[in-house]
């Protein structure tokens, strides 16, 4: 037996201050581009038209935002979450400079916090990932903390260190590329609705349903060279939990994201990820509705003709979104509802 | 509630001479390009190589004249047919220009026609859609025509009108990019058979069978960014009359050319689109059979070494195509014909 | 009805020497690569990262070399293996000058065997199959030789005639291009094992699992343009020996070695197919798991820095492999084993 093949960590294996630096590197293509489109059917037409992008500014069209989202967190699996019960949340995400065709993108973590649970059987790990492009510039920086299996009971438990993490990235952090906005065509946006039209407390249902298969949710996440098991192997599932291969968290963010251009089709970049969670896991089957609620409102310092919204993204399974549902009165979500994300994104003025 | 989101255009909204400046203009790359093999298989040897493709005069590999036929498609679709109840046909098509990787294609549509059906409760819509390339350079020109609901049925009915259509895109009507087909390497190809060797009336069966998996046409659908629901949505499919999701119908035209191969070879170029009718519909599980029959042989004006022949693809499912099944004495489709397709093709002479 | 189409040639349509020029040369993509990576997740960085190929002296990342391999392979089944009974084996192949996106792959094959079973029914049919890029480079040199049925029971009896092919491909045959490996970062390769670090009887688990859907085997097999029927016509399986559509044989071959990551993650390159065997059909919903054994290793001739390994690399399915299942006492391979693949591949010393 071989002592080359890696398992994962464990809980006991995690140091605050400990770096990870990730394994593959990689170069983002049109091809990926073009992977992401049939995948979620998203249409936002700065990710879509070289020229549309061309018109305000870009050098040409940069990859979804989410796409290099599932680059970088894809490449922290096998060190963070191989052994993960589960991925509890996102906080401080700011997306930096664009990913273009051709890019490559590097990501180091550092553990920043751990505290065992009173189980003595697992613990939490927080990790801030960067993800850096060949010239070293920051594409995107977040944290996200899981929940880690102990693999030896009798390890030690580590002091508790909780990391400060705020409730949203503030305006004067986000990052914003220099657009020219001017010619910022809206017709071919898909949208005569920008940043002055929405409301804090607008609530946007987004209409669409899409049903999700199992190649599909396969291909997206072997695309991300995210390794984690529970995604792949329907053998071992059969002796799990659900019976079921689980579908990554993130396929439904995209598969939530794209939906929301019916109603949000100038909301043309992800700037932040404020917070995250995977309310219900889905299954292949599973038909995935999604609605926004506008959280807040705000400039973008020295970008006069942008404006930020943070929104709430709700994703529902079975059931249409139209009415808005989230969570009882017991604070619990819904039954239906599988993603609560908390982002902001920017909209022509 | 938002009124931010679109549900689609109904019957009334429509007006005889409305122009659609359709949202979500497409670059066209490499990665769709491989997409589109993975999806149909398709082995022409100009849209494979593009060595073969510098070799009779153009600057590398167009992509499939369908899947620019697709993303024009897909474009209308949000304004045209989000509340269609049928596809009803195709005439006046037009292939201009070809899609190089990296051009960006932009779709506007103009009203043609319009007729209340005598229910009351729909109304066929008529729209010539025109897509170009950032030259502003046509790269196709059609018609469809389309089964739309009535949203308010106490609108009042519009005058009918209903464009003149011809049977048949007119050879002097053809555009052929420039070619020198003196280096047309017809082992390449794949036949040794040109124009020359084919004869009206004349039929040839694919002989092959494609099974289609719901993976498959939600990946083709998204990649084209058609939104029309049935295609997506089995939560609402299952409240629907067939319980399933139906296949677009340009997926299945897509498959049929892709086995035409077999038996058509060297008919490198897509040049019109005569006519088209799903005759039945499709659904994942079934296996795609096709066989074309040659309508008419005729010379391309000023083009010595390429002749056109006009063809009937026709694409049966779960029966081998090899008798050449069709329709009945009561000329209706046989219940196996999922498609009837009148297009007209370029070969070497 | 017309003979346009092609039905594939049979035992006795093939002579010793005869040489085929097979159709559809292939420019392959960016947009191959990045399909490729979704279908197996494979993680190698020389083949993920355009930088860090850069940084081993490569001109960019090539494409995987067994994408290379199916892009060659698939060529050949029109001609060789349309009506085979089964793919017996590899022998022989071997790498040339690695497959760049954008060059365009041809492939030619030479008849250099044959052989009539005694049932006169089926015949063993020998090719030497050579892929070359647009400048005549070699890029894949290999012998298979596949069951074929005869079409014509009474055709005469051949003079049997076999190749004579190597165990292994030899140390000083085997192609490197110009590497300067000073800069090979192995924590962004995601291994410290080089080739120092493994010996000969060494057996690692690959560990992970994955299952195959119908969608992922198709949209395999369509992108190298392999046409062999039983991948795709359930319709024509449902009459057949297993019911099902069998999964491409390279398609299991490329699952294993990209599960082989884990193990041999500095595995960059492979140099050599050596022999190759598909112990059991696999079908849609297998969970494939794998396992390799060093099986021999050697200097690479002009080579300090890097240093070859040979492997066995077996696939087994619904069954993980940490217990190394192989052949039993009857010498018969265990019934979950479906791939016995040696080849040699390239590590960093």
Redesign the interface.
Same mark, same amino acid.
């Given at each position: 037996?071989?002592g080359?093949?890696? @398992?994962g960590n464990y809980f006991e294996d995690f140091r605050v201050g400990q770096v990870l630096?990730h394994?593959?590197?990689?170069?983002v293509?049109?091809?990926?581009?073009?992977?992401y489109?049939?995948? /979620?059917?998203t249409?936002?037409?700065v990710n879509?038209?070289?020229?549309?992008a061309r018109s305000i500014g870009l050098e040409r069209?940069p990859v979804d935002d989410l796409l290099a989202f599932h680059m970088v967190f894809g490449k922290t699996v096998?060190d963070v979450s191989l052994n993960a019960v589960a991925n509890l949340g996102y906080a401080n995400g700011l997306f930096g400079v664009p990913v273009y065709?051709?890019d490559?993108v590097?990501t180091t973590s550092t553990v920043t916090g751990l505290k065992q649970n009173s189980n003595g059987r697992t613990g939490v790990v927080y990790v801030n990932s960067v993800g850096r492009n060949?010239r070293g510039e920051v594409v995107l920086d977040y944290t996200r903390w899981v929940m880690v299996n102990k693999g030896d009971m009798d390890a030690p438990e580590p002091d508790a260190v909780l990391p400060e993490l705020p409730t949203a990235v503030p305006a004067e952090s986000l990052v914003l590329p220099d657009l020219t906005l001017g010619a910022y065509d809206r017709?071919?946006? @898909?949208?005569e609705?920008g940043w002055d =039209? /929405?409301e804090i407390g607008?609530?946007?249902?987004?209409?669409?349903?899409?049903?999700i298969?199992?190649?599909?949710h396969?291909?997206?996440?072997?695309?991300y060279?995210n390794?984690a098991?529970v995604h792949? =192997?329907?053998?071992?599932a059969n002796a799990g939990r659900f019976k079921r291969?689980l579908i990554y968290g993130g396929h439904i963010i995209s598969l939530a994201r794209a939906l929301s251009f019916?109603?949000?089709?100038n909301a043309f970049k992800v700037l932040a990820i404020n917070a995250g969670s995977h309310a219900n896991p889905t299954f292949a089957?599973d038909?995935i509705y999604a609605y926004s609620e506008v959280l807040d409102k705000f400039e973008i310092p020295d970008s006069s003709d942008v404006g930020a919204l943070r929104l709430r993204l709700v994703a529902t399974k =079975?059931?249409?979104a139209g009415d808005f549902p989230y969570k009882g009165d017991d604070n619990k979500y819904d039954p239906s509802v599988v993603l609560d994300f908390d982002y902001t994104v920017a909209l022509p003025r």
């Open positions: 037996m071989s080359k093949n890696f @398992g630096n394994a593959t590197p990689r170069t293509t049109v091809g990926d581009a073009s992977l489109t049939a995948l /979620y059917g249409r936002f037409a879509s038209s070289d020229e549309f069209s096998p065709p051709g490559t590097t060949q017709a071919l946006a @898909g949208s609705f =039209d /929405y607008e609530q946007i249902d987004h209409v669409d349903g899409m049903t298969e199992e190649a599909e396969q291909l997206a996440t072997r695309l060279q390794t098991k792949f =192997d329907q053998f071992a291969r019916n109603g949000l089709a089957g038909t =079975d059931r249409p």
